[in-house]
């Protein structure tokens, strides 16, 4: 079954602390991931994918394989990265299988 | 470019009447996919257009149905409503990518309310 799981519903970290979101997919294929944000009374909007191994406003992910996993993290998280995240899942060529998101809180 | 835009911004609707819900894709993108997102939830695929032709559906009954128009422009049409299908429904728009590069272009929602 093609899934994507993000186990906690909610994270809150104080600014400054590190930061990972947890992203765990299950698909037989070879996988295409990437990392969505919605920024309060924003769109859902691209954060950063897989292949360009890039870090993006400080975060980045990593693709392991033999854990299935593809982790969103940020050394030291600030209040402006409250939002909610979502790990994605594309899937041969035109579906996208998007997790229920992580609802990140940066408090002062 | 206003971006992907989509109408109306909010409806309600009564059981058993149907919907038509509007996307406007960015200029030059191909591609439009539809997603519901009920509250508490991620994004879920419903369909995917390209070129005007069906590429990709996901889990949902035939009451859901789609097109897409020769400018791109796309309609999600939901028949015999159900008070389960209440939910944000996205629209994205795309370009053809290389593999990975994949990168989607979100409106911002129309909220359905089914009474």
């Known amino acids: 079954a093609q899934r994507v799981t993000q186990p906690e519903k909610l994270l809150s970290v104080f600014k400054g602390a590190p930061v990972e979101l947890k992203c765990n997919y299950s698909?037989?294929?070879?996988?295409?991931l990437f990392w969505y944000v919605q920024y309060s009374r924003q769109r859902l909007q691209l954060l950063l994918r897989h292949i360009s191994r890039e870090s993006i406003k400080g975060f980045t992910a990593d693709l392991n394989k033999g854990e299935t996993s593809f982790h969103l993290k940020k050394p030291f998280a600030q209040e402006e990265d409250s939002a909610m995240y979502y790990c994605a899942l594309h899937t041969g060529g035109f579906k996208t299988i998007f997790g229920a998101g992580t609802r990140l809180f940066v408090k002062a | 470019d206003a971006g992907v835009t989509q109408s109306p911004t909010h409806l309600i609707k009564t059981r058993g009447q149907h919907v038509t819900l509007r996307c406007s894709p960015i200029?030059?993108?191909?591609?439009v996919s539809w997603y519901q997102q009920v509250l508490g939830q991620g994004p879920q695929f419903i369909f995917q257009y390209y070129e005007k032709e069906e590429r990709g559906r996901g889990n949902f009954p035939d009451r859901f149905s789609a097109r897409q128009f020769p400018n791109y422009s796309s309609e999600l049409n939901v028949n015999a409503l159900l008070l389960g299908d209440s939910a944000l429904y996205l629209c994205a728009s795309s370009q053809p990518a290389s593999r990975g590069t994949y990168e989607q272009y979100f409106g911002p929602g129309t909220r359905l309310t089914v009474t």
């Open positions: 200029s030059g993108h191909k591609s």
């Open positions: 698909y037989s294929g070879s996988p295409e």
